[in-house]
Nanobody, 124 residues
Framework: QVQLVESGGGLVQAGGSLRLSCAAS????????MGWFRQAPGKEREFVAA????????LYADSVKGRFTISRDNSKNTVNLQMNSLKPGDTAVYYC?????????????????WGQGTQVTVSS
């Protein structure tokens, strides 16, 4: 299994940027598919971005394409989410997640391990 810890959240004005990081335990990090999800108050958790097939493919939600970039550093067991041109609608708790299977990377059901989340608040 893997343990995940997110960091980098905070308060930013619309149009600004934040960089989230997810630190994963263990040395099997590269064998996991990694994803980012977010959950706003009163809403369901939704897919944001993910790596699939050992990083050969990246996936993004339509709402963040062109603004967010997912990256990874296997040597440091970290996955990052660079968020640019932030909008108030991006306000949510952001979670990183890990899955070792080959399920649908856009689905929360594919992920067995989750971090505690980091709050991102974008002001108008």
């Amino acid at each position: 299994q893997v343990q995940l810890v997110e960091s980098g959240g905070g308060l930013v004005q619309a149009g600004g940027s934040l960089r989230l990081s997810c630190a994963a335990s263990g040395r099997t990090f590269s064998s996991y598919n990694m994803g980012w999800f977010r959950q706003a108050p009163g809403k369901e958790r939704e897919f944001v971005a993910a790596f699939t097939w050992s990083g050969a493919i990246t996936l993004y939600a339509d709402s963040v394409k062109g603004r967010f970039t997912i990256s990874r550093d296997n040597s440091k067991n970290t996955v990052n989410l660079q968020m640019n041109s932030l909008k108030p609608g991006d306000t949510a708790v952001y979670y990183c997640a890990a899955a070792s299977g080959t399920g649908n990377a856009r689905s929360i059901q594919a992920y067995a391990y989750w971090g505690q989340g980091t709050q991102v608040t974008v002001s108008s």
